[in-house]
């Protein structure tokens, strides 16, 4: 069986961000046919159409790595009930020039991750509707909302909640069949 190539993108810029926490534990957690990797969005320029025909070398670097993953694992951080601008503009730059997007048909789960107690919810439905336009099939249950995350990890980043580890196993070997039955 060929391992399909997910690109793991993380809306938050701290490193020691509890979705970057978090990532790193669905890493450790996937099946084998799942390769997940981590897809750096901090230094691209903020899109801009007039650019769209000298795209900086970024954006151009971040394309090509979208193109050659076979799906998308998001997380996200909520900024007044929404997405982040980082991402935001991550979404963007990966779907100009017009007609030739790079996130287009590409299977996707959506993860929020907050210190707050519900979790990043505005901001993962936010996402998916982002998604849902840029025709990316998002993965809609199980859903993942990580409430309380400076109770689940430790000041190393390891994840300690038990039940947040079963969850996020769960999740990812669903996300695994999501991938299968969208790559067919």
């Not at 801009?48 to 025909?53: K, P, Q, R, S, T």
């Not at 929404?82 to 100009?96: E, H, M, Q, T, Y």
Request: charged content about 20%; aromatic content about 10%; overall charge negative.
């Amino acid at each position: 069986m060929t391992a399909h190539k997910i690109a793991v993108i993380v809306g938050s810029l701290r490193q020691a961000s509890y979705n970057r926490k978090t990532a790193n534990a669905l890493t450790a957690l996937a099946p084998e046919s799942l390769v997940l990797e981590s897809l750096d969005i901090s230094k691209l320029p903020m899109y801009n159409e007039e650019l769209d025909d000298t795209p900086p070398e970024e954006w151009v670097i971040f394309r090509t790595a979208l193109k050659a993953c076979d799906g998308f694992l998001f997380l996200t951080p909520e900024y007044n009930r929404s997405i982040p601008g980082v991402l935001k503009n991550a979404l963007d730059v990966g779907s100009r020039p017009y007609g030739k997007s790079a996130w287009k048909g590409k299977p996707a789960a959506v993860i929020s991750v907050s210190p707050s107690a519900i979790g990043g919810f505005g901001a993962n439905h936010h996402l998916r509707q982002c998604l849902a336009y840029l025709d990316v099939p998002t993965m809609a249950q199980p859903e993942a909302y990580i409430g309380d995350a400076a109770k689940r990890f430790a000041e190393d980043g390891t994840l300690t909640d038990e039940s947040t580890r079963k969850f996020l196993g769960e999740f990812i070997v669903a996300f695994a069949d999501w991938v299968a039955t969208v790559k067919g």
